[in-house]
């Protein structure tokens, strides 16, 4: 049962363009949406998240978008640079004393070509 | 500040052969976790500590798969034996304690051991 899933696993832009990544969630006890991003043979490092009562939050080129109804959320890279290229994982938290309880989805490899 | 650091960063053992992995926090943080990532998948939490307490153990096989974390600090995964599906990376992260009326506590990541059992 894959309660977060990334139904793309990978993603090619050209430099200075917009990244749209997208998830989608079933569980609807999730109350927090985090990005990590990881580089090769490093561990996940946290990027932006976004609590569930908010439906857009934007830190620097990074922005997460939340549709509660859909049960979907994205983040948009703008704009892209080819150091952005790694491996992006959604992660959704119950929250509460659920917390760090993360589950992730599979994964979207991002690719930005100068 | 030292991140959470992890040894070794790679394994590789014959099946049914035992295997350890140690985990060395941030300094402050009482929680603990280990997660598992599979080839192509997301990482899945395998056991999550408050100081020595196992508090949340629910996805760890526990017939081949133990973890302790003795003095509330350094933790060790350990699988014995190991299987060929074991192959794996193996991911610690440590967060300070969640307590209200915070909404999240944000969790750091170690590097991984990455375990090929063959």
């Known amino acids: 049962d894959q309660q977060v899933k990334q139904n793309s696993p990978s993603l090619s832009v050209q430099e200075g363009r917009i990244s749209i990544l997208n998830c989608d969630y079933t569980?609807?006890?999730?109350?927090?949406f985090l990005w990590y991003k990881k580089y090769p043979a490093e561990g996940p490092t946290f990027l932006i998240s976004i609590s569930s009562i908010k439906d857009k939050n934007e830190d620097g080129r990074f922005t997460v978008f939340l549709n509660k109804s859909a049960k979907h959320l994205s983040l948009h890279i703008v704009p892209s640079q080819p150091g952005d290229s790694a491996v992006y994982f959604c992660a959704a938290e119950a929250g509460g004393t659920s917390y760090g309880k993360l589950t992730f989805g599979q994964g979207t490899i991002l690719t930005v070509h100068p | 500040e030292a991140g959470v650091v992890q040894s070794p960063r790679y394994k590789i053992i014959e099946k049914k052969q035992p295997v350890a992995f140690w985990c060395n926090p941030i300094s402050g943080h009482n929680t603990l976790y280990w997660y598992r990532q599979n080839l192509g998948q997301g990482p899945e939490l395998l056991i999550r500590?408050?100081?020595?307490?196992?508090?949340?153990d629910s996805q760890l096989p526990k017939d081949r798969f133990s973890a302790e974390r003795l003095k509330g600090v350094d933790s060790t995964l350990k699988i014995q034996p190991a299987e060929l599906g074991d192959s794996a990376v193996y991911l610690c992260?440590?967060?300070?304690?969640?307590?209200?009326?915070?909404?999240?506590?944000?969790?750091?990541f170690g590097q991984g051991t990455r375990l090929t059992v063959v």
């Open positions: 500590y408050e100081n020595e307490e196992a508090v949340d």
């Open positions: 992260a440590s967060s300070l304690t969640w307590s209200a009326p915070a909404k999240h506590v944000e969790a750091f």
């Open positions: 569980n609807s006890m999730f109350d927090y």
